[in-house]
């Protein structure tokens, strides 16, 4: 999270973003740009893949994201701990 916060001190051009890890070494970061320039996705890419070793980084520019039926937006998704049931165990363990 703080990359993304370091990136927008320095460039308005995230306006959004999301992470989803959809394997166990492939990050994808969904972000909703204020401009056409995207030049920042490299930067992210790079950025996060340096804070990230061992880790495929790949950009997707949106026009915006979904957000749960609660309202709130989901920043970081893990679709391999989903995949597996322990996302669901985890939640069930605490209701």
């Given at each position: 999270?703080?990359l993304f916060?370091d990136?927008r001190?320095h460039?308005k051009?995230?306006?959004?973003f999301?992470?989803?890890q ?5 990050l994808v970061?969904?972000m909703v740009l ?5 030049r920042?996705?490299?930067a992210v ?9 061992g ?9 915006r994201i979904?957000r749960r039926p609660?309202g ?14 322990t ?6 363990s605490r209701?």
């Amino acid at each position: 999270m703080y990359l993304f916060e370091d990136l927008r001190r320095h460039s308005k051009e995230i306006a959004q973003f999301q992470i989803i890890q959809d394997d166990v070494d492939s990050l994808v970061v969904r972000m909703v740009l204020t401009s056409a320039d995207t030049r920042v996705c490299d930067a992210v890419a790079a950025a996060l893949g340096e804070r990230c070793p061992g880790f495929t980084v790949r950009t997707e520019v949106v026009d915006r994201i979904e957000r749960r039926p609660s309202g709130k937006m989901l920043v970081v998704e893990n679709k391999v701990l989903r995949r597996s049931g322990t996302l669901e165990t985890a939640h069930e363990s605490r209701a």
